[in-house]
């Protein structure tokens, strides 16, 4: 299938933010491709946007599973030969028992299983679809992160400690840097953003931003021009009124 449209990939995008950032990078005029580990969960959100007349495509993708993404990219490959944009956004957000607000008393395995969907899943989906990007020296990578990984600011921050989280998004901020060195000198932007704090499941009812307020800094970066920002981290353009940097 060719198209002239970028294609951009949206990892658990049946809900929350990633159907945010889906519906608003479909309304600009990208194909999306919205993904989910569960099948029936993902096709009921293509089809309600599809009903509505935005383009968006779907196939399955759990990003902790090897197999599956190595599918996903095979079927990428066949099936449009490219990448434009790809927005890390799957995230989960374990801290829910009092003893797992603690780093003195937080479990290994929820350590291990937050950082294999936060951090190596986004590390397992880069290394698979930038070879897509390279194809054409063209991408956007945006990587889903929060004020809360801010180490500059954690001293005074009034957000619980969240040891699993927080860490977890650390690493997304470091792999953002990194990768970024890795690829100066290509046309693949790779930045890091806090949504804020919003209303989804993860977020609860009682956050002051929605999922679609979240989504425009995600849109923002996955649309940057040639030469535009590379390994930064934004804080959320709506509460800003625009683009800033947060400190690391
Ligand atoms: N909500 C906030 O206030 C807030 C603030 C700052 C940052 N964030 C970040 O924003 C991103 C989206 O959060 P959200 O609020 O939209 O959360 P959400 O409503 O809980 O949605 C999370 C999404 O990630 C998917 N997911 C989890 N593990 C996955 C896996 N292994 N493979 C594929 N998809 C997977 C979920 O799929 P299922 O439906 O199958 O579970 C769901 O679609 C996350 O990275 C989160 O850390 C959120």
């Known amino acids: 299938m060719t198209t002239e449209k970028r294609i951009a990939v949206v990892t658990g995008s049946n809900r929350g933010l990633g159907y945010a950032i889906s519906r608003q990078l479909s309304k600009i005029g990208n194909r999306v491709i919205l993904t989910s580990r569960n ?20 196939h399955t993708l759990d990003v902790t599973n090897d197999g599956s993404v ?22 989960v957000n374990p801290t829910t028992k009092p003893e797992e607000s603690s780093l003195l008393t937080v479990q290994l395995e929820t350590m291990r299983s937050t950082f ?35 180490l500059t600011s954690v001293p005074t921050d009034y957000y619980p400690l969240a040891p699993s989280y927080r860490l977890s998004k650390v690493g997304v901020n470091g792999l953002t ?30 956050a002051p931003f929605t999922a679609e307020e979240g989504a425009e800094t995600a849109v923002y970066l996955a649309t940057l021009p040639d030469g535009g920002a590379q390994g930064l981290f934004f804080a959320e353009m709506r509460k800003f009124g625009g683009p800033i940097q947060v400190q690391w």
Not at 71 to 87: A, H, N, S
């Open 116 to 150: 294999e969907t936060n951090v190596l899943a986004v590390l397992r989906i880069s290394q698979a679809l930038i070879p897509l990007m390279k194809v054409q020296n063209y991408g956007r990578i945006v990587n889903i992160s929060t004020e809360m990984a801010s």
């Open 177 to 206: 840097v990194l990768l970024a060195k890795e690829l100066q000198g290509t046309n693949i932007l790779v930045n890091a953003y806090s949504p804020g704090w919003m209303k989804t499941d993860m977020g609860g009812d009682d």
């Open 39 to 58: 099948e029936t969960d993902g096709l009921a959100a293509k089809g309600q946007l599809t009903n509505k007349g935005f383009d968006v495509d779907y």
């Open 70 to 91: 190595q599918q996903f990219t095979e079927w990428l490959r066949e099936t449009y030969g490219k990448v434009d944009i790809l927005v890390n956004n799957a995230g």
